[in-house]
């Protein structure tokens, strides 16, 4: 059974740094890639970063671009989203997910296979 499980979501100033991580229970044949999502209040949920499990190639949404970094260690199989200079707009319910790297690195919602329960992220002075 697939499982994935966030952590490390908490508050922060703005400027500041937060690392989540995603623990992945297993990687089913042609479920290769990995995306993190953000949805803050109101709004839809929203891709922000993806990884090929297999290469490690990534792709970032234009609006995280320079400030989040995703990795994987297949050994663990955990992916990780490391946030630095945090701004207000940031702030949200961040869920990881799985589907086929087929059509891009970047996870759109109607190609996620499987969800995390979701860890938020408030951003805030």
């Known amino acids: 059974q697939v499982q994935l499980v966030e952590s490390g979501g908490g508050s922060v100033q703005p400027g500041g740094s937060l690392k989540l991580s995603c623990a992945v229970s297993t990687y089913p044949v042609d479920w290769n890639c990995v995306s993190w999502f953000r949805q803050g209040p109101g709004k839809e949920r929203d891709e922000v970063a993806g990884?090929?499990?297999?290469?490690?190639?990534?792709k970032y949404a234009d609006s995280v671009k320079g400030r989040f970094t995703i990795s994987r260690n297949n050994a663990k199989k955990t992916v990780d989203l490391q946030m630095v200079s945090l701004k207000p707009e940031d702030s949200g319910m961040y869920y990881c997910?799985?589907?086929?790297?087929?059509?891009?690195?970047?996870?759109?919602?109607?190609?996620?296979?499987?969800w995390g329960q979701g860890t938020q992220v408030t951003v805030s002075s």
């Open positions: 990884i090929g499990i297999t290469g490690g190639a990534t």
């Open positions: 997910a799985l589907g086929s790297c087929r059509g891009g690195l970047l996870l759109s919602r109607a190609r996620v296979a499987y």
